[in-house]
């Protein structure tokens, strides 16, 4: 039994990737070969990614038989054969799509370090998002359809096989706070290395060539200069809804810098004095109300955006000084109204960090929180500051586990694994198509 179903997994892998091969569709083609592989490598993910994949192959060659069944009907030509042959394919991926599903199924893929149900989401949240942009934007947003015209699905395929392989890293990790700071330090690199290939003249290294400061502030002061352009706005509210204030520790291009200087200065955070808050208020009344300010002035854009320019390289200096010298992301902490709008909007999300009974406040959350979000005061209260970006390195540094992720309906851990497996993936995503 377990024979025939895996039979008739690959062979509906490969009628898919002959299907797309016919079609011109070579990335897809390519992709799916890659999950025949892991098929045969008998991965523990590879049914989750096999199952659904040849699932969805059936719905597709359902629905090409059905069109071409109308079409030699309308034609007036023979279409029975047909309609047999393609009632075959769809059986053949339906069967073995579910098949997948089964304890059986299960059984045959033995190699993996587990975690399999968040891995798998990782990697489907990631594809789905990636795909979905790659039809609604109506130029090339993947680097490998402009190298290579077609294979876009095989970066996607990429993109979410390292959503799931980091997302059980993370899940696994005795501690997540290195791992986070090389992954996010990574992606901000991919950025601002893109960036400067554009600036170089490798232009396709650009998103449209219609450049912008990376001043995260801009996310904010942009639009109040320009009365429009909410792309970027969009995507932050929506980013937020989804995880919340973890834009600020996991997806901000800029804050990786912040991190890297505050893990390159003290390994235990220094205290700082009170009103954080205040003065990320200050700063975001600035921002914006100097835009409106600017624009109601009619300033001309060059000089708007050397002030912007200012701005952000205050920022640079803050992180260059402040935050390596007391070991606290003070740019993210005191200085970026971005990161404020982050905590604040971040109420929305059901997402939170929750402090169990029998906490002893013996400090170790404290002392690797970089946001001074976990001060005694917080520990009293049962929950972290508003600076808090759920970033999560102190789930693991509890040596109780009395810290813990809570969404409601879930469990600790089950929240912490869904956590995980969405900002990582939503990581995947940035790394593809974040770019200017």
């Known amino acids: 039994m377990t024979a025939l179903g895996v039979a008739l997994q690959f062979l509906g892998l490969l009628v898919f990737a002959a299907h797309s091969l016919r079609g011109g569709d070579l990335g897809l083609c390519a992709s799916v070969l890659v999950l025949a592989g892991l098929l045969a490598a008998r991965r523990d993910l590879a049914r989750w990614l096999v199952g659904p994949a040849l699932l969805a192959a059936g719905l597709i060659f359902a629905e090409a038989g059905r069109d071409m069944v109308a079409f030699r009907l309308a034609a007036g030509l023979p279409w029975l054969r047909l309609a047999g042959i393609m009632a075959g394919v769809v059986a053949v991926c339906l069967a073995g799509g579910l098949f997948a599903f089964t304890r059986r ?76 700071s090389r992954y996010w330090g990574a992606f901000s ?36 200069y320009r009365g429009g352009g909410y792309f970027m706005p969009i995507l932050y509210l929506s980013t937020v809804l989804l995880v919340g204030p973890g834009w600020c520790s996991h997806l901000c291009y800029i804050g990786a810098a912040d991190d890297a200087c505050a893990r390159l200065g003290r390994p235990v955070p220094r205290r700082l004095p009170a009103g954080r808050t205040w003065w990320r208020a200050a700063t975001l009344a600035l921002t914006v109300g100097g835009a409106l300010v600017l624009r109601w002035l009619e300033v001309p854009l060059g000089v708007a955006v050397t002030a912007a320019a200012v701005f952000g390289l205050v920022g640079l200096g803050i992180m260059a000084t402040f935050s390596r ?50 001060t005694p005061a917080d520990l009293d209260k049962g929950r972290p500051g508003l600076s808090c970006t759920l970033c999560g390195d ?43």
């Open 105 to 180: 199924g299960e059984a045959f893929g033995r190699r993996g370090p587990g975690n399999v149900a968040p891995r798998a989401a990782a990697f489907w949240i990631a594809v789905t998002l990636l795909a979905v942009a790659r039809a609604k934007v109506d130029f090339p947003i993947l680097l490998l359809d402009r190298f290579a015209p077609g294979w876009g699905w095989l970066e996607i395929t990429a993109l979410g096989l390292y959503a799931a392989w980091l997302t059980g890293l993370m899940l696994a990790a005795p501690r997540t706070g290195p791992l986070r």
């Open 325 to 374: 010298k007391a070991g606290v992301m003070v740019h993210c902490a005191m200085y970026c109204p971005i990161g404020l709008l982050g905590n604040i909007l971040g109420k929305i999300s059901p997402w939170r960090v929750r402090i169990g009974q029998g906490c002893d406040g013996c400090g170790r959350c404290s002392r690797v929180c970089r946001y001074l979000a976990l």
């Open 189 to 224: 690199l991919v950025f601002f290395g893109q960036l400067a290939l554009g600036l170089a003249g490798a232009t396709v290294f650009l998103m449209t060539g219609a450049l912008h400061l990376p001043v995260p502030a801009l996310i904010a002061a942009g639009p109040a």
């Open 394 to 436: 102190c789930l693991s540094a509890c040596p109780g586990g009395r810290i813990g992720l809570r969404f409601p309906g879930l469990s600790p851990e089950a929240a912490r694994q869904a956590f995980f497996a969405l900002v990582v993936a939503l990581h995947a995503v940035f790394l593809g198509v974040a770019r200017i």
